[in-house]
């Protein structure tokens, strides 16, 4: 069982350039989520999707975009990478309802802009 | 709308007791609870969903206040594997269910 599969793990990019993280996820959950970890800090909401064709922003979403064509994916696109976009990011994704609210976060994407 | 953690950091000997907190300044439709090792994802420890609620597996449980504003989790008799930042996840009510926002996370340390 896959669960949450982020993809690429490591990446450098320069100022500038641009990138899409992917995020694919085989549970069939209806929400998706996008979170940025900065070194020692928590977890920041980027955007989220409550269910394909539906995105909503978080706390920090200026500098990404995001798009949510399927159930299964969910990528998140850095336009014209900055240093200050510099971090671990984290895609997740969980069921909607009470008994199915455990989240399951993908293993990161370590990103840093030079 | 981000949640309060408190305290930021503990340190504790194996065996001893810990107690995190979480609070909201609006009422909350859920609260979880994840645990963070260096280096790795979060990992689910517990969903809050019901005022007044308690609930635990093993020697970890957490609980959630009438007024669904407060959360606390509860660690006894801890044990090296216990170490890692513990973050607080919220939903409030009003808004997206799937809203998920997180706290700043406290910072455990098990000595032996």
């Known amino acids: 069982n896959a669960g949450v599969t982020q993809t690429p793990k490591f990446r450098i990019l320069k100022i500038g350039q641009s990138m899409t993280l992917q995020c694919t996820q085989d549970m069939n959950h209806n929400y998706m989520y996008w979170y940025r970890q900065d070194p020692g800090m928590g977890l920041k909401l980027i955007y989220y999707s409550v269910g394909a064709g539906i995105t909503d922003k978080g706390e920090v979403p200026n500098g990404y975009n995001v798009s949510r064509s399927t159930t299964e994916d969910f990528p998140l696109r850095l336009e014209l990478a900055a240093p200050s976009q510099t971090s671990v990011y984290f895609c997740?994704?969980?069921?909607?309802?009470?008994?199915?609210?455990?989240?399951?976060f993908g293993e990161g994407s370590w990103l840093t802009v030079v | 709308q981000q949640p309060v953690q408190s305290p930021q950091a503990v340190i504790l000997r194996e065996g001893e007791d810990a107690v995190i907190n979480c609070s909201s300044s609006k009422a909350l439709y859920s609260v979880h609870w994840y645990r963070q090792k260096h280096g790795e994802a979060p990992v689910f420890l517990m969903i809050?969903?019901?005022?007044?609620e308690q609930k635990g597996h093993d020697k970890i449980s957490a609980s959630f206040n009438e007024k669904k504003q407060q959360s606390s989790l509860y660690l006894t008799a801890s044990q090296l594997s216990y170490s890692g930042t513990y973050f607080c996840?919220?939903?409030?009510?009003?808004?997206?269910?799937?809203?998920?926002?997180f706290g700043k996370g406290t910072k455990l340390s098990v000595k032996p």
């Open positions: 997740a994704s969980r069921n909607r309802g009470e008994g199915g609210n455990t989240i399951y």
């Open positions: 996840g919220t939903v409030p009510y009003g808004g997206s269910q799937g809203n998920l926002i």
């Open positions: 809050l969903l019901k005022g007044g």
